[in-house]
C-alpha cells in the first residue's frame, strides 16, 4: 500500500506536529498562512506486514533566489532583451542593401531628345528624270503633268522628289536615282533604267505609264494590304496536301527541286539585296477541311466565305520548324476523289477560271484536280508542275510587294539580266525604305513613350544600345537618301531591326502588364506581419527606457550633498 502525506515547513519551526492539517476541524495554524514558503512531499510507504511502517521524508526542494523572482531571470533582464530587439533591426538594416539591389529595376535613360528630334523628319528620295530631247516646252510639260499628278495623290507620291531635266542637263546626272526616256517612233519599250515612248504623245499617257513604273502602289488599292510587313529573313513553306489519301487517286509526290530551281530560285536571287529565304516542303496524306464544300450538279464548289476558314490549322501542320522569321506559305491541295472537280465559286454561285487565291500576308493556295480516270500514284506532271508554280510565282510576289510592269511596257530582247526589272527593284526598295524608316520613328516613340508612361519597366543596356543603334542608321539613311538608295535603304531596315527588337525585348515586355499594385500586394502581407510585431517590442523598450532614465534622474536631484 502507497500513501502520501502533505506536510507545510515553516522557517522557524521544523516540528511535525505544528506543520500537520488538523483532519478534525480542517483548519491550518495562522503561522502556516503566514510564513509557509514550500511544500514538502512526503512518501510514506507501509509493507504488508502488521508492524513494518517505514516514513521517508525528503529534503526541502531549495530552488535558486534567480528562479524565487521572474525579475532576476537573466532572460528577462531589459539589457538582454533590448540587445535582441536592436539585433533583429540591426540584421534588417543590414539585409536592406542587399533586398533593394536585388530587387531594383535597371532603368537607363534613353536619348528622348533624339529620337523626338528624329521623329520631325521626313525622308525624301529623289527621282531624277532625264528625257531626251532638245524639246524645252516637251519636258516643262512633262514636269507639269508629274507635279500635277502627284498634288492630286499626295499619299502615293508621299516621300518622293521628282525632278525632269532635258537633254542637255542628262549628262552631268549620274546616279541610280536617274531614270531616262527615250521618244522615239518605235512602240514602248523598257531596258534597265531606260524607257522608249512615242515621240508624239509625250503628255497624259507617259506619264500614266511613268506613274506606274515609279509609284506603283496606290494610296486606295486593295493590294496594299495583303503585302507582308518588311522582314531582312523569311521561310517559303511549299506544302503538297492531300484532303484523303485513303480514298485512291492521290499526288504522293512532286519534283519540288526542279521546281524550285526553274520559278522560284531566279526570283530570290533577284531580290537578295532585300532579303533572304529559308525553303522548306512537305507532303501530307491526310489534310480533311474544316467545312463541307457545296455540292452542285456537275462538281463541288467553295465559296468566298468558305476561302476565309479553308486553312485547317487544327489538323494541317504547316511549319515543320521553329523560328521568330515570317513564315509564307504555298500549299497544293488535292481534293479527295470524292471531292472532284473542286472548283472555287464566284459571289454568284458560278465557277471561277482560276484555282488559285491568296490569303493576304499569309500565303498561297493552289486547288489542283487530277484528270479523272488517269493514275496519279507517281510525281505530278511537268505540265501540272508548271501550271502550279506559275501561280506560286506570281503569289510570292504579290506578298512581297512587286509591281507588275505596266501592260503597255514591254521588257526589251536585250534586258535579260533579272527575272525583274530595275524598274521594278527600284520602286520595291523605295517603298520599303520609306516604310522602314516610318516604322522606325514610330517604333522608337513608342518605346519612349512607354518607359515615361510605365515608372518600373525596366531599362536595360541591351535596350538603350539597340535605341542609340536605331538612331544612328536613321541619321545616316538620311545622309545617304541622297545619294544612293540601296545604302539608304540597308540603314533603314538595320534601324526597324533594331527599333523592332528593343520593343519586344523580353525584360521590357515581363513588365509591361504589371503595375505598382501588385507589388505592394506581394510584399505588404510578407514584411507587414514580420515587421509589426518587431516594431512594437521597439516603440515598447523605448518608452519603457524613457521612464527609467526619468526615474533616475529624479532620485539623483532629490538626494542632497551632505
Same mark, same amino acid.
Given at each position: 500500500m502507497i500513501s502520501i502525506a502533505v506536510y507545510a515547513n515553516q522557517e522557524k519551526a521544523g516540528k511535525r506536529d505544528e506543520g500537520t492539517w488538523k483532519e478534525e476541524t480542517g483548519d491550518a495554524p495562522a503561522t502556516y498562512q503566514q510564513q509557509a514558503k514550500q511544500i514538502q512531499f512526503v512518501l510514506v510507504v507501509s509493507a504488508n506486514g502488521p508492524s513494518?511502517?517505514?516514513?521517508?521524508?525528503?529534503?526541502?526542494?531549495?530552488?535558486?533566489?534567480?528562479? @524565487?523572482?521572474?525579475?532576476?531571470?537573466?532572460?528577462q533582464k531589459d539589457e538582454l532583451r533590448r540587445s535582441i530587439i536592436v539585433s533583429y533591426w540591426i540584421v534588417i538594416l543590414l539585409a536592406f542593401p542587399?533586398?533593394?539591389?536585388?530587387?531594383?529595376?535597371?532603368?537607363?535613360?534613353?536619348?528622348?531628345?533624339?529620337?523626338?528630334?528624329?521623329?520631325?523628319?521626313?525622308?525624301?528620295?529623289?527621282?531624277?528624270?532625264?528625257?531626251?530631247?532638245?524639246?524645252?516646252?516637251?519636258?516643262?510639260?512633262l514636269r507639269y503633268e508629274l507635279t500635277t499628278r502627284a498634288s492630286q495623290d499626295p499619299q502615293r507620291w508621299k516621300?518622293?522628289?521628282?525632278?525632269?531635266?532635258?537633254? +542637255?542637263?542628262?549628262?552631268?546626272?549620274?546616279g541610280s536615282d536617274v531614270y531616262t526616256v527615250k521618244p522615239s517612233k518605235t512602240s514602248p519599250g523598257s531596258i534597265q533604267k531606260e524607257i522608249t515612248v512615242s515621240a508624239s504623245s509625250i503628255g497624259a499617257r507617259v506619264v500614266n505609264t511613268?506613274?506606274?513604273?515609279?509609284?506603283?502602289?496606290?494610296?486606295?488599292?486593295?493590294?496594299?494590304?495583303?503585302v507582308v510587313q518588311y522582314s531582312s529573313h523569311y521561310r517559303l513553306a511549299f506544302s503538297l496536301l492531300n484532303e484523303d489519301a485513303a480514298a485512291g487517286d492521290a499526288?504522293?509526290?512532286?519534283?519540288?527541286?526542279?521546281?524550285?530551281?526553274?520559278?522560284?530560285?531566279?526570283?530570290?536571287?533577284s531580290l537578295n539585296a532585300l532579303h533572304n529565304f529559308t525553303v522548306e516542303s512537305q507532303v501530307q496524306f491526310h489534310a480533311p477541311l474544316a467545312f463541307s464544300p457545296r455540292q452542285l450538279d456537275r462538281f463541288y464548289g467553295i465559296t468566298p466565305a468558305d476561302l476565309t476558314v479553308f486553312i485547317n490549322s487544327a489538323e494541317w501542320t504547316l511549319s515543320s520548324s521553329s523560328s521568330n522569321d515570317p513564315v509564307l506559305h504555298f500549299i497544293l491541295f488535292i481534293p479527295s476523289a470524292e471531292r472532284r472537280p473542286l472548283r472555287i465559286l464566284r459571289n454568284d454561285d458560278t465557277p471561277s477560271p482560276s484555282s488559285a487565291f491568296l490569303l493576304p500576308q499569309w500565303g498561297g493556295i493552289v486547288i489542283h484536280n487530277p484528270t479523272p480516270g488517269v493514275s496519279t500514284n507517281d510525281e505530278l506532271s511537268p505540265q501540272d508542275m508548271h501550271a502550279v508554280f506559275l501561280s506560286f510565282t506570281h503569289q510570292l510576289l504579290g506578298l512581297l510587294g512587286v509591281a507588275a510592269l505596266p501592260k503597255e511596257v514591254e521588257r526589251s530582247a536585250n534586258d535579260t539580266g533579272s527575272v525583274l526589272s530595275e524598274w521594278q527593284l527600284d520602286a520595291l526598295i523605295r517603298r520599303r525604305t520609306l516604310e522602314n524608316a516610318q516604322g522606325s520613328q514610330d517604333t522608337l516613340l513608342s518605346? &519612349?513613350?512607354? &518607359?515615361?508612361?510605365?515608372?518600373?519597366?525596366?531599362?536595360?543596356?541591351? +535596350?538603350?544600345?539597340? +535605341?542609340?543603334?536605331?538612331?544612328?542608321?536613321?541619321?545616316?539613311m538620311y545622309d545617304f537618301s541622297s545619294k544612293s538608295l540601296y545604302e539608304a535603304f540597308a540603314y533603314?531596315?538595320?534601324?526597324?531591326g533594331l527599333a523592332s527588337r528593343a520593343f519586344f525585348n523580353p525584360g521590357m515586355l515581363a513588365l509591361l502588364y504589371f503595375p505598382?499594385?501588385?507589388?505592394?500586394?506581394?510584399?505588404?502581407?510578407?514584411?507587414?506581419?514580420?515587421?509589426?510585431?518587431?516594431? +512594437?517590442?521597439?516603440? !515598447?523598450?523605448?518608452?519603457?527606457?524613457?521612464?527609467? @532614465? @526619468?526615474? !533616475?534622474?529624479?532620485?539623483?536631484?532629490?538626494v542632497k550633498p551632505s
Amino acid at each position: 500500500m502507497i500513501s502520501i502525506a502533505v506536510y507545510a515547513n515553516q522557517e522557524k519551526a521544523g516540528k511535525r506536529d505544528e506543520g500537520t492539517w488538523k483532519e478534525e476541524t480542517g483548519d491550518a495554524p495562522a503561522t502556516y498562512q503566514q510564513q509557509a514558503k514550500q511544500i514538502q512531499f512526503v512518501l510514506v510507504v507501509s509493507a504488508n506486514g502488521p508492524s513494518s511502517q517505514s516514513t521517508t521524508n525528503t529534503k526541502p526542494l531549495s530552488l535558486p533566489p534567480t528562479l @524565487r523572482d521572474p525579475a532576476n531571470l537573466f532572460y528577462q533582464k531589459d539589457e538582454l532583451r533590448r540587445s535582441i530587439i536592436v539585433s533583429y533591426w540591426i540584421v534588417i538594416l543590414l539585409a536592406f542593401p542587399l533586398w533593394w539591389y536585388t530587387t531594383s529595376i535597371e532603368r537607363l535613360t534613353l536619348p528622348s531628345g533624339r529620337v523626338h528630334q528624329l521623329a520631325q523628319n521626313h525622308l525624301e528620295l529623289p527621282i531624277r528624270i532625264c528625257l531626251e530631247t532638245a524639246d524645252v516646252s516637251q519636258v516643262d510639260d512633262l514636269r507639269y503633268e508629274l507635279t500635277t499628278r502627284a498634288s492630286q495623290d499626295p499619299q502615293r507620291w508621299k516621300g518622293l522628289a521628282i525632278d525632269v531635266v532635258g537633254k +542637255v542637263d542628262c549628262g552631268s546626272m549620274t546616279g541610280s536615282d536617274v531614270y531616262t526616256v527615250k521618244p522615239s517612233k518605235t512602240s514602248p519599250g523598257s531596258i534597265q533604267k531606260e524607257i522608249t515612248v512615242s515621240a508624239s504623245s509625250i503628255g497624259a499617257r507617259v506619264v500614266n505609264t511613268l506613274s506606274s513604273l515609279l509609284v506603283p502602289y496606290s494610296s486606295s488599292s486593295d493590294p496594299e494590304h495583303r503585302v507582308v510587313q518588311y522582314s531582312s529573313h523569311y521561310r517559303l513553306a511549299f506544302s503538297l496536301l492531300n484532303e484523303d489519301a485513303a480514298a485512291g487517286d492521290a499526288v504522293m509526290d512532286w519534283n519540288i527541286q526542279d521546281a524550285w530551281n526553274k520559278y522560284i530560285n531566279p526570283i530570290i536571287h533577284s531580290l537578295n539585296a532585300l532579303h533572304n529565304f529559308t525553303v522548306e516542303s512537305q507532303v501530307q496524306f491526310h489534310a480533311p477541311l474544316a467545312f463541307s464544300p457545296r455540292q452542285l450538279d456537275r462538281f463541288y464548289g467553295i465559296t468566298p466565305a468558305d476561302l476565309t476558314v479553308f486553312i485547317n490549322s487544327a489538323e494541317w501542320t504547316l511549319s515543320s520548324s521553329s523560328s521568330n522569321d515570317p513564315v509564307l506559305h504555298f500549299i497544293l491541295f488535292i481534293p479527295s476523289a470524292e471531292r472532284r472537280p473542286l472548283r472555287i465559286l464566284r459571289n454568284d454561285d458560278t465557277p471561277s477560271p482560276s484555282s488559285a487565291f491568296l490569303l493576304p500576308q499569309w500565303g498561297g493556295i493552289v486547288i489542283h484536280n487530277p484528270t479523272p480516270g488517269v493514275s496519279t500514284n507517281d510525281e505530278l506532271s511537268p505540265q501540272d508542275m508548271h501550271a502550279v508554280f506559275l501561280s506560286f510565282t506570281h503569289q510570292l510576289l504579290g506578298l512581297l510587294g512587286v509591281a507588275a510592269l505596266p501592260k503597255e511596257v514591254e521588257r526589251s530582247a536585250n534586258d535579260t539580266g533579272s527575272v525583274l526589272s530595275e524598274w521594278q527593284l527600284d520602286a520595291l526598295i523605295r517603298r520599303r525604305t520609306l516604310e522602314n524608316a516610318q516604322g522606325s520613328q514610330d517604333t522608337l516613340l513608342s518605346i &519612349v513613350k512607354l &518607359v515615361d508612361q510605365i515608372e518600373n519597366m525596366p531599362v536595360g543596356e541591351d +535596350v538603350r544600345g539597340d +535605341v542609340e543603334g536605331a538612331l544612328t542608321a536613321l541619321n545616316k539613311m538620311y545622309d545617304f537618301s541622297s545619294k544612293s538608295l540601296y545604302e539608304a535603304f540597308a540603314y533603314s531596315a538595320k534601324s526597324f531591326g533594331l527599333a523592332s527588337r528593343a520593343f519586344f525585348n523580353p525584360g521590357m515586355l515581363a513588365l509591361l502588364y504589371f503595375p505598382a499594385e501588385h507589388t505592394y500586394a506581394v510584399y505588404t502581407p510578407l514584411f507587414a506581419s514580420a515587421l509589426t510585431p518587431l516594431f +512594437v517590442a521597439a516603440l !515598447r523598450e523605448f518608452l519603457a527606457w524613457r521612464r527609467e @532614465r @526619468r526615474a !533616475r534622474l529624479g532620485q539623483t536631484s532629490s538626494v542632497k550633498p551632505s
